[in-house]
C-alpha cells in the first residue's frame, strides 16, 4: 500500500469515531429525553392501574346485583352478633359471584372469621379486591387486605342502627326497592388504602380487611375526612382512630372511585362538597341535586 493510500485510510477511521465531548453531548441529550419521557411514562402507568380498579369496582357491582337477584337484597356489611372481629362482611358473601365460590365453600360460617380453621381463606389474597396502586405490602398470618369497603352511610358506622347507607349490618336489610334516592345516586363500595402501612404499635399496617364485618376491617362512611393521606397518630388523638380508620380514600391522585348501587363507577374529586358527599352516601335522605 502507498503512503497516499495509507493516509486516506486512516483520515477515515478517524472521520468516524466519537470525540469525548461529542460522546458527553449524547449521554446529556438521552438523559435529558429520559426525563422528559419518565412522567409521561408513570402517568400512562397510573392511568392503567386507574382503568383497572374501575374495573374491579365494575365486577363488585355486578356481583352484589347477582346477590341481590339470588337473595333479594344487598349483601350486609356484619351478619354475627357476637362482639369483635369474628364478623364476615360483604366482600365475603360477593365471593361465589366473582368467581370464588371454592373458597367460601371450605369456610365454616359457625366459627367466624378469626377461627384458625378459616384462616385458609380469610388471609388468601384475592386480585379483583386490590387496588393495583394501593401501597400495600403483605404479611403472612394476617387477614386478606382489600381496597374497597362497603358504603354504611354518613352517620358514624359504629352504630349499625345508624347506617343510612346501602350497605347495612343485620338484622337490618336493604333491597333496592328501599334505596329511594336512586340506585344511580348512592354509594355501594368505595376505595380505602392502607395510610402508608403505618403501624401504630401494631404489627400489621392500618387498613381494611376484605373478610371481616367489623368497623375497623371493612366499614367505610363519609362521617370523617374525605381522602385523607394519613391519620393521626390514636395515642395523640384517640378520636381520630374511627374517623380516619373508616374514611373513604385511594392512592390516585386527587380523588377515589366508588361503585354505585346500579354498577356504574364514578370517580369522586377531592373538593366534592361535603353535604353532596353525605348525600350520595345515604339510600334515603330525600335530596334532589346528586349532580357530581
Same mark, same amino acid.
Given at each position: 500500500?502507498?503512503?497516499?493510500?495509507?493516509?486516506?485510510?486512516?483520515?477515515?477511521? @478517524? %472521520?468516524?469515531?466519537? &470525540?469525548?465531548? +461529542?460522546?458527553?453531548?449524547?449521554? /446529556?441529550?438521552?438523559?435529558?429525553?429520559?426525563?422528559?419521557?419518565?412522567?409521561?411514562?408513570?402517568?400512562?402507568? +397510573?392511568?392503567?392501574?386507574? =382503568?383497572? =380498579?374501575?374495573?374491579?369496582?365494575?365486577?363488585?357491582?355486578?356481583?352484589?346485583?347477582?346477590?341481590?337477584?339470588?337473595? !333479594?337484597?344487598?349483601?350486609?356489611?356484619?351478619?354475627? &352478633?357476637?362482639?369483635?372481629?369474628? @364478623?364476615?362482611?360483604?366482600?365475603?358473601?360477593?365471593? $361465589?359471584?366473582?368467581? +370464588?365460590?371454592?373458597?367460601?365453600?371450605?369456610?365454616?360460617?359457625?366459627?367466624?372469621?378469626?377461627?384458625?380453621?378459616?384462616?385458609?381463606?380469610?388471609?388468601?389474597?384475592?386480585?379483583?379486591?386490590? =387496588? #393495583?396502586?394501593?401501597?400495600?405490602? $403483605?404479611?403472612?398470618?394476617?387477614?386478606?387486605?382489600?381496597?374497597? /369497603?362497603? =358504603?354504611?352511610? %354518613?352517620? %358514624?358506622?359504629?352504630?349499625?342502627?345508624?347506617?343510612?347507607?346501602?350497605?347495612?349490618?343485620? #338484622?337490618?336489610?336493604?333491597?333496592?326497592?328501599?334505596?329511594?334516592?336512586?340506585?344511580?345516586?348512592?354509594?355501594?363500595?368505595? +376505595?380505602?388504602?392502607?395510610?402508608?402501612?403505618?403501624?401504630?404499635?401494631?404489627? /400489621?399496617?392500618? !387498613? #381494611?380487611?376484605?373478610?371481616?364485618?367489623?368497623?375497623?376491617?371493612?366499614?367505610?362512611?363519609?362521617?370523617?375526612?374525605?381522602? $385523607?393521606?394519613?391519620?393521626?397518630?390514636?395515642?395523640?388523638? #384517640? !378520636?381520630? /382512630?374511627?374517623?380516619?380508620?373508616?374514611?373513604?380514600?385511594?392512592?390516585?391522585?386527587? !380523588?377515589?372511585?366508588?361503585?354505585?348501587?346500579?354498577?356504574?363507577?364514578?370517580?369522586?374529586?377531592?373538593?366534592?362538597?361535603?353535604?353532596?358527599?353525605?348525600?350520595?352516601?345515604? @339510600?334515603?335522605?330525600?335530596?334532589?341535586?346528586? %349532580?357530581?
Amino acid at each position: 500500500m502507498n503512503l497516499l493510500g495509507w493516509c486516506h485510510k486512516t483520515r477515515r477511521t @478517524r %472521520s468516524v469515531a466519537f &470525540t469525548l465531548v +461529542e460522546l458527553l453531548v449524547v449521554i /446529556a441529550i438521552i438523559g435529558v429525553l429520559v426525563a422528559l419521557l419518565l412522567p409521561a411514562i408513570q402517568a400512562a402507568r +397510573e392511568t392503567a392501574r386507574t =382503568c383497572t =380498579c374501575r374495573n374491579h369496582l365494575r365486577q363488585i357491582g355486578i356481583a352484589t346485583q347477582m346477590f341481590h337477584d339470588a337473595k !333479594g337484597y344487598l349483601p350486609p356489611v356484619s351478619t354475627h &352478633t357476637n362482639i369483635g372481629t369474628d @364478623r364476615e362482611s360483604a366482600l365475603l358473601f360477593l365471593l $361465589p359471584y366473582l368467581e +370464588e365460590a371454592n373458597r367460601l365453600v371450605t369456610y365454616n360460617p359457625e366459627l367466624g372469621t378469626s377461627h384458625p380453621d378459616n384462616a385458609g381463606v380469610v388471609e388468601a389474597t384475592i386480585p379483583v379486591y386490590l =387496588c #393495583p396502586s394501593m401501597i400495600y405490602t $403483605p404479611e403472612a398470618g394476617q387477614p386478606g387486605a382489600t381496597s374497597y /369497603a362497603p =358504603c354504611t352511610g %354518613s352517620n %358514624s358506622p359504629w352504630l349499625i342502627t345508624m347506617h343510612n347507607g346501602s350497605m347495612v349490618s343485620r #338484622p337490618t336489610v336493604v333491597a333496592l326497592k328501599d334505596v329511594a334516592d336512586g340506585t344511580t345516586n348512592t354509594f355501594a363500595f368505595g +376505595e380505602q388504602d392502607f395510610f402508608e402501612n403505618q403501624t401504630f404499635g401494631s404489627s /400489621a399496617p392500618v !387498613g #381494611p380487611r376484605w373478610s371481616g364485618g367489623y368497623v375497623s376491617d371493612s366499614f367505610g362512611a363519609t362521617w370523617g375526612p374525605f381522602n $385523607p393521606q394519613t391519620r393521626p397518630d390514636p395515642e395523640v388523638d #384517640p !378520636g381520630s /382512630a374511627g374517623k380516619y380508620g373508616t374514611a373513604f380514600r385511594s392512592d390516585h391522585r386527587g !380523588g377515589v372511585q366508588f361503585v354505585m348501587v346500579d354498577g356504574s363507577v364514578q370517580f369522586i374529586t377531592d373538593d366534592i362538597e361535603e353535604a353532596l358527599l353525605d348525600a350520595l352516601a345515604t @339510600r334515603a335522605g330525600g335530596e334532589v341535586d346528586h %349532580s357530581f
